[in-house]
């Protein structure tokens, strides 16, 4: 079917072949297609044992397999009424065995996205529960998978993202709750397998799909976490991550910036600001002098500083995410510490939310880096650079394994504190 098809021949063709499928399935239940097989004295006995009498119905389904991957697409169209009669009828491709489950599942978790159409959604939860029921470590192999579709899924059909779903009595779920809840949840090794998949979204390699890591930031820092364990294990994977990540960065920064009289130390950035970090915090830090020689004369590239900036931020991403869950979980530093994941989850150890804590998590950092019209918005990406600094600075980021972890938002300027100090 062509992509300029009316909307409303896509709608019908797709209820018309799953009623197709419906009807052949029927009539091989209900024992007609055999009993006029039987009736056939021309059917041989082999072609009786490879099931002839479901000969129409696998012509059908065998043509919507090969059109499987435009199958999927519709399920991404603009028009809700499209993605609901396309999810049905791959529900029953999928229970026919006419499609496969792993490349079916990432798509059924987008749709879990659809926040805008609850039954399209409620189809695609049925047959997630179906599948995990089938087939129970497909769901956490491909749920990493089934987040990105789930974030290019409302990128394409709402323009904006977010994994969050608000109650209006302010009760916050991600999207992927109940498959989380009944699929995964029950099993420590499925639990510890999803959050280091997640988590390996925040790879070098991926750090220049910022809103990505921003969404899926959103769905560690609010799953429906029962045991106290499982947000002491994100946040002693992202302390190991950030203390690797954090001195590779601020490295490249230090050699970027070196030979035009920028000095920085990569070892302990706690020592001083350097120049660069305190211009970035002016009104306009590209109208300074420093900025103009450094940058707009062509001395240092800017297109360099800013791709390390990219991943710069895809680490202030992982300190907001660790920050977030020991202020909604109310762990102390010296719980994080201590927390080793060989230990076993036990019994007594739930997982009480601090209600003072508990707010709506957003990775506001991922939007500093966003280009304007005419090009890199150097404004943003000193800032960024600026904010990075200071965050590897009151975490104690080099060199260290753990330290404090204000967020960005949370961070207090100095004058601040010394008059709060000096109330106390």
Not at 146 to 174: C, R, W, Y
Request: charged content about 25%; overall charge positive.
């Amino acid at each position: 079917m062509a992509d300029d098809a009316p909307v409303e021949l896509k709608i019908e063709a797709l209820r018309m072949w799953r009623g197709i499928l419906v009807a052949e399935e029927a009539r091989v239940d209900s024992g007609e297609a055999a009993k006029a097989m039987a009736e056939k004295l021309s059917i041989t006995t082999s072609k009786k044992i490879c099931g002839d009498q479901d000969s129409d119905a696998s012509l059908v389904g065998s043509v919507l397999s090969q059109r499987s991957e435009q199958l999927y697409d519709f399920t991404r169209n603009k028009n809700a009424t499209v993605r609901y009669v396309s999810v049905d009828l791959i529900g029953q491709l999928l229970r026919q065995g006419l499609v496969n489950p792993m490349e079916t599942v990432p798509h059924l978790f987008a749709i879990l996205g659809d926040t805008q159409a609850p039954e399209t959604r409620e189809i695609a939860l049925q047959l997630l529960a179906r599948e995990s029921e089938k087939r129970p470590d497909v769901l956490r192999q491909r749920f990493r998978a089934g987040i990105i579709h789930a974030f290019e899924f409302q990128k394409h059909v709402f323009q904006n993202t977010s994994a969050l779903i608000q109650s209006k009595q302010g009760k916050i779920d991600t999207v992927f709750d109940r498959v989380f809840a009944d699929s995964i949840r029950p099993s420590r090794v499925q639990r510890h397998g999803l959050y280091k998949s997640l988590l390996s979204l925040f790879d070098k390699e991926s750090s220049n799909r910022l809103e990505l890591l921003g969404f899926a930031a959103q769905v560690l820092s609010h799953l429906p976490y029962s045991v106290a364990s499982d947000p002491l294990f994100i946040i002693h994977h992202i302390s190991q991550m950030t203390t690797l990540r954090g001195p590779q960065v601020m490295e490249r920064f230090a050699s970027l910036l070196r030979p035009h009289g920028i000095i920085i130390d990569e070892l302990d950035p706690s020592i001083s600001d350097d120049a660069l970090e305190k211009v970035a915090l002016t009104k306009a830090p590209s109208k300074t002098k420093l900025v103009s020689k450094l940058f707009k004369n062509g001395n240092c590239d800017l297109g360099t500083f800013s791709r390390i900036c990219l991943d710069a931020c895809a680490v202030l991403v992982l300190f907001q995410i660790k920050f977030h869950l020991k202020k909604m979980y109310n762990l102390s530093e010296i719980r994080c510490i201590e927390y080793t994941p060989e230990v076993k989850d036990r019994g007594s150890e739930k997982c009480f939310i601090n209600q003072d804590g508990r707010v709506l998590f957003d990775a506001k950092i991922a939007k500093f880096c966003r280009r304007n019209g005419v090009g890199i918005d150097i404004d943003a990406v000193l800032r960024l650079y600026a904010d990075f600094k200071k965050e590897m600075r009151n975490n104690e980021g080099l060199g260290k394994e753990h330290g404090e972890e204000p967020s960005i938002a949370h961070v207090q300027p100095e004058n601040q504190k010394r008059k709060r100090q000096a109330h106390l």
